[in-house]
Each structure stands twice: as structure tokens, then as C-alpha cells.
């Protein structure tokens, strides 16, 4: 029985990701940075970490609520051991639609085939730059690009829908824009700028180090010329360019210049079970112990809907209104619940 639910707000619940481990081979700097996740960072224990069985529980319950689309993530959800059964776990979900995974792309080259074999629709891949230099330092661990490319290759080549995502910060990677539009274009995989956002604790963030959207079309549309297309559906955060003239395209995620909150319908499950209503949440809800309690489907439902019902986070569209005086608040860290 589908029970949609939808907050404070009247949005509904729609989609979930979920966070699959807080652990990563990359440290890049905005994200997990070295200095603070470090050797003796102390990640989160196997026994915290909800086990395929309870998230593929979540899983079907959150579907019963409405969920149709999932998002696995991380940290880097291939550094889960046998992500792929959980892959395959998931499909068999009733009223899932769509399985997509953001990663890294480090270790796609060798798990493309299974994921793709388990169910799997989609990738995205995150790839910040296409210069072997400054992709070192931004991955934190000198990883090349040629292996995150492989990994794309494999992916588009096993039949997983591809999609990159190229996080945009002035003064690191500013200048990588436009070969990364030639380069995929040329390729024909779309790719999606994102503008750097102030998300954790950890990332320095300011409003400077963001490069607007709108400054982006501009400079590939003056060398490539681009025509706005129209959002394929209700909460589409990306807004979408073609290059005249072709059926190939680019997207712009403005999470800071052009907030979206008013159609966000994204849950999220951290590694360890907890659900937040939003990215820049404090806190999170846990829904581990009731589940390791023996709580009932319907009890677990019952919880989600009250913690979905009680939603008001807004928070891009604050911070848009107020930037300079943005009260400081204790956010939970990306490497937690994914993005
Ligand atoms: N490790 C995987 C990856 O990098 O794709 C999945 C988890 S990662 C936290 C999810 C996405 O969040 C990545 O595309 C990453 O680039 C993005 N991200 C991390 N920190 C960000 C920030 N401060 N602003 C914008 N995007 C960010
Ligand atoms: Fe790892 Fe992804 Fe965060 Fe980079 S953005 S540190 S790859 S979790
Ligand atoms: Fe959704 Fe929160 Fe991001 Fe707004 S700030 S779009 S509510 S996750």
C-alpha cells in the first residue's frame, strides 16, 4: 500500500540515499580533508554499520512511503565489501524504479560488469579536473585520471547510464571547465557542474570559491553555443543546456546561487542509520536501534513519517537570502550522508 507522505512543507518524499560506508581512498579537500581524517580518525566500527539485510528493510519501507528512486553513496561505496549483493538486494525491492550510485570512479573499472549484472541503472562519477597535477591534489592521494576514466569507460561500455559530476571551485579548478566540456562532449557522456557548497565542518567554505552557474554557460557558450531544454520532472535539481544543434548535454546544479529546496523530496540514511532531512542538517534520527530492537514495518513507518511530517529544512534558500549574517550551525559531514 503506497502511503505518501509529504512534510511541512508539501513535499513529498520521493527519493533516498543512502550512505553505505564513511570511509574513502580519496582526501579531497573539500570533502574529507587529510589534516582531519586522518591515520587515527576513528570511523565508524562494522557493527555500527547497518548491514545489507537492515537497509534493504529501510529500503522497502521508505518504498511503501513513496520512495521510488535510490542513491547509493558514501564515503565511496565501492569500498563496501560485495556492494553488488546489496545492489541486488535492492532490486528485488518492490517499487523501486531507479538504482544509481555516486562514486568516486577509482575502482568502477573492475566492479562495472556486477553492479550492471545486480541491477544497477545508473552512475555518476565525480571528476574534478582532467590534469593529472591538480586532480592529485584535489583527490588528496595523487589518484591519475586515467584510471577514473577507465572506470567511466567501463561503465558506459557494461551498460550503466553515465553521468560525471565536476565540482567547480575558483582558483583550483576553474581553469579545467572548459576541456572538461570538450572532452565529454566529445565523448558523449553528459556532464554536470556543481557549484562548491558549504557543506560539514571541515571545508573552509566561502562564498568567493563559488563560480555561478550562469558564469559557466557563459564560457562554454561562447566557445560551444548552448539552448536551455526542458526539466524532465517535478524536483530535477540540475538545469540542462544542449549544444546546438546536437542531442548532447550539460547540466548545472546551482545549489548555492539558484537553491532548490522548495522541490527537494531527498531523504538520507547515513552508514550508521541515520535519517536527515537535509544536506546541512545537524542531527540525524536513528533508525538502527529500532530496528535492532525488534520494532514492526509499521512501527519503523510510523517513525519515518513523523520525522519526514516534522521537515521545514530549507537551508540553501536561507543562506541565498542571508550569507554575510548566516547564523553557524554544526552541519553533519559530507562523507556521512553522501551528498
Ligand atoms: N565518494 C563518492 C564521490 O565522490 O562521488 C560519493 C560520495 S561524495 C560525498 C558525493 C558527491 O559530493 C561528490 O560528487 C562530491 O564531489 C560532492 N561533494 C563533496 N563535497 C562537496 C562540496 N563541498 N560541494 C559540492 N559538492 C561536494
Ligand atoms: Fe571521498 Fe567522495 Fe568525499 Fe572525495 S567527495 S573524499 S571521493 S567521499
Ligand atoms: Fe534539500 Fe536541504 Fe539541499 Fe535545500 S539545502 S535542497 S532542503 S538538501
Known sequence: MNKQVFDSQKRPLRDLRISVTDKCNFRCQYCMPAEIFGPDYPFLPQHKLLTFEEITRLTSIFTSMGVEKIRITGGEPLMRRNIADLIGMIR????????????????????????????????????????????????GRGYR????????????????GVKINMVVQRGVNDQDILPMAR???????????????????????????????REIIQMIHSEMPLEPTNPNYYGEVASRYRYVGTD???????????????????????????????????????????????????EIQEMIRSIWHRRDDRYSEERLKNTPGLP????????????
Not at 566529445?186 to 560539514?200: A, S, T, Y
Not at 553557524?328 to 551528498?339: C, L, Q
Open 92 to 139: 528485488e525491492v518492490e517499487g523501486v524504479r531507479d538504482i544509481a550510485m555516486t562514486t568516486n570512479g577509482s575502482l568502477l573499472a573492475k566492479h562495472a560488469e556486477e553492479l550492471k549484472r545486480a541491477g544497477l541503472d545508473r552512475v555518476t562519477v565525480s571528476l574534478d579536473s582532467l590534469d593529472d597535477e591538480r586532480f592529485g591534489v584535489i583527490n
Open 248 to 298: 548532447q548535454e550539460i547540466g548545472l546544479i546551482s545549489s548555492v546561487t539558484q537553491a532548490f529546496c522548495s522541490t527537494c523530496t531527498r531523504a538520507r540514511l547515513s552508514a550508521e542509520g541515520k535519517m536527515y532531512n537535509c544536506l546541512f542538517a545537524s542531527n540525524g534520527e536513528d533508525l538502527r536501534e529500532p530496528l535492532r530492537e525488534g520494532k514492526s514495518d509499521e
Open 328 to 339: 553557524k550551525r554544526n552541519k553533519v559531514e559530507m562523507s556521512h550522508i553522501g551528498g
Open 145 to 160: 585520471v586515467s584510471q577514473i576514466l577507465q572506470g567511466i569507460e567501463a561503465a558506459a561500455e557494461a551498460g550503466l
Open 183 to 213: 572532452y565529454f562532449r566529445e565523448k558523449g557522456h553528459i556532464l554536470r557542474f556543481i557549484e562548491f557548497m558549504d557543506v560539514g565542518n571541515s571545508n573552509g567554505w566561502k562564498l568567493d570559491q563559488v563560480v555561478p552557474s
